[in-house]
């Protein structure tokens, strides 16, 4: 069974601290891994990442993914409170989308 | 359109209620996902449409659930005899042919089954 887990579920932190989110997977016929920002509803798309060690990023978001070892990881620097919201890596595997339970980010002032 | 555009936004419905929640994806996206998101946990996985045919339908929870997307186009997700537990957020998803873009997705639909 195809499965993605997020860890931490939660996690608390103060402006202007560095965070990293982390992500593995066991999925058959893997194609890509996208992480999402999720506020309110729709999930906002961050990156896809298909090749290992090649890191993405934008501005202060940065991810990379690790095939070998199958997990990638979502680091934000410089957190501000416009980036609480729950952080959701998905694996495709085929035509099927798998989610992660994601990870709720609260950015304290 | 801009974006993928679900409606309506907000659904209370009673017990034994059926309802259609609709789901308009960007124009010309071959691929089409819904998924049922309850409070506090990630999307789960509905089904699957490629154009007009339904490739997946593995994920919806029972024989209530139903969803068409006749003209490979706009789709409806219809849940008949609503049930408490229906109770979540529906997810749209769409995205362009193959398997090596991103799913752009709508507001989603708010369901409440009272």
């Not at chain 2, 010309?28 to 506090?40: E, I, K």
């Not at chain 2, 005899?81 to 769409?94: F, I």
Request: glycine share 8%.
């Amino acid at each position: 069974e195809d499965k993605v887990v997020q860890s931490p579920l939660y996690l608390v932190v103060h402006e202007g601290d560095t965070v990293t989110l982390n992500c593995s997977y066991e999925v058959t016929n893997f194609r890509s891994l996208l992480w999402y920002k999720q506020e309110k509803k729709a999930p906002t798309f961050l990156f896809m990442l298909t090749s290992s060690g090649i890191e993405k990023k934008s501005g202060r978001l940065s991810s990379i993914l690790d095939k070998k070892e199958l997990f990638s990881i979502l680091n934000i620097t410089a957190t501000q409170t416009g980036d609480s919201a729950v952080y959701l890596c998905v694996v495709n595997s085929g035509y099927a989308l798998n989610f992660g339970k994601g990870t709720s980010l609260l950015v304290t002032p | 359109g801009a974006g993928v555009s679900q409606s309506p936004r907000y659904k209370v419905a009673k017990r034994g209620q059926d309802v259609a929640l609709r789901c308009d994806p960007i124009s010309g996206h071959v691929s089409l996902f819904w998924y049922q998101q309850a409070l506090g946990q990630g999307p789960e996985f509905l089904t699957y449409f490629q154009n007009e045919a339904q490739l997946d339908k593995s994920g919806l929870p029972s024989d209530r659930f139903f969803a068409e997307r006749p003209e490979g186009s706009v789709s409806t997700l219809k849940i008949q005899r609503t049930q408490q537990e229906d109770s979540a957020v529906y997810l749209c998803a769409s995205s362009s042919w193959g398997i090596h873009t991103e799913a752009f997705f709508g507001q989603g639909t708010r369901l409440t089954v009272v």
